[in-house]
């Protein structure tokens, strides 16, 4: 089974989770999406070169239904992720779960052996 995972926001934060996953691709998971709005920043480009779907809006991610099986809100904004999950709501996903922070730091912590995330965020929660 391939998890296929989106990430939204690809900062300081998301960048770093982005590359750590890029090193599982073809090990039970599978980066199918990323959205930034900075469409120049070195993440957004190494996604674009390894061909993953590169998406401006964030919530453009709602609408590709059963296409992702998790989606991580690495935007550090307790707003968006409202209107995310309001987003996947009004269309019908009842199929992608969006993991918080709190979720990402926990696998980083699995996964990073030692290496740290970068501490930016202040609201963490779901």
Do not use: C
């Amino acid at each position: 089974m391939e998890i296929r995972v989106g990430i939204i926001g690809l900062g300081r934060v998301g960048s770093v989770f982005f590359d750590k996953v890029m090193e599982k691709q073809g090990q039970g998971v599978r980066i199918a999406a990323v959205a930034d709005h900075h469409e120049d920043s070195p993440a957004v480009q190494k996604a674009r070169r390894e061909g993953i779907p590169v998406y401006k809006d964030g919530l453009e991610v709602a609408n590709l239904g059963d296409k992702l099986d998790v989606v991580f809100d690495l935007t550090g904004s307790a707003g968006f992720r409202q209107k995310l999950r309001e987003t996947l709501s009004a269309a019908g996903n009842r199929h992608t779960v969006i993991a918080p922070e709190t979720v990402a730091l926990l696998i980083w912590a699995l996964v990073a052996n030692g290496e740290t995330l970068p501490n930016v965020h202040s609201a963490k929660g779901y």
